[in-house]
């Protein structure tokens, strides 16, 4: 594939998350959704932060406020503020276990809910619930196989 068509592949995968996040699950498993954009942008950014950086989460997010129907910008917010935190710690994290790198994104993903969470209760009044942080656990489950597929992906379209 040539370079210039690397950056697809980027978008594509991100493309994909959003189509994930809007997928309608059954009321009982929606509480468990994990946040795949927030996974592949996690991704991206450790393994090539040149390539996408807060503005590009920050552009995610607001996509996904539109599709989610959510107020503008909250989304947009906790995404750019989570990347912001995972490029700047991009060479550390990279060196980390995989088991070590679920739990950091599963800290990661708590800082983002609760950042949506702070936003909402200052806007809404909303009620704080422990179930808010299931997706918590079932997006730091998942990081091994978002981060095994998107480095074959990456690897096999040679995207730098």
């Known amino acids: 594939m040539k370079a210039k068509n690397n950056t697809k592949v980027i978008?594509?995968?991100?493309?994909?998350?959003?189509?994930?996040?809007?997928?309608?699950?059954?009321?009982?498993?929606?509480?468990?959704?994990?946040?795949?954009?927030?996974?592949?942008l996690c991704y991206w950014s450790m393994a090539l932060p040149n390539r996408l950086g807060v503005l590009t989460a920050w552009l995610v997010g607001l996509l996904l406020d539109v599709l989610l129907g959510s107020v503008l910008g909250i989304?947009?917010?906790?995404?750019?503020?989570?990347?912001?935190?995972?490029?700047?710690?991009?060479?550390?994290?990279r060196n980390f276990s995989l088991w070590q790198q679920s739990l950091i994104i599963g800290l990661f993903t708590a800082l983002y809910h609760l950042l949506v969470f702070w936003i909402q209760r200052f806007v809404f009044g909303v009620d704080f619930s422990m179930t808010y942080l299931i997706p918590v656990v079932t997006s730091a489950s998942l990081w091994w196989v978002i981060f095994l597929l998107l480095r074959k992906i990456r690897r096999q379209f040679k995207v730098r």
Do not use: C, E, H
């Open 11 to 40: 978008y594509i995968t991100i493309l994909i998350s959003l189509i994930f996040s809007i997928i309608p699950l059954p009321i009982a498993l929606d509480a468990y959704r994990p946040n795949w954009a927030l996974l592949v």
């Open 75 to 93: 989304n947009a917010f906790a995404l750019a503020m989570v990347i912001y935190v995972m490029v700047n710690n991009y060479q550390t994290i």
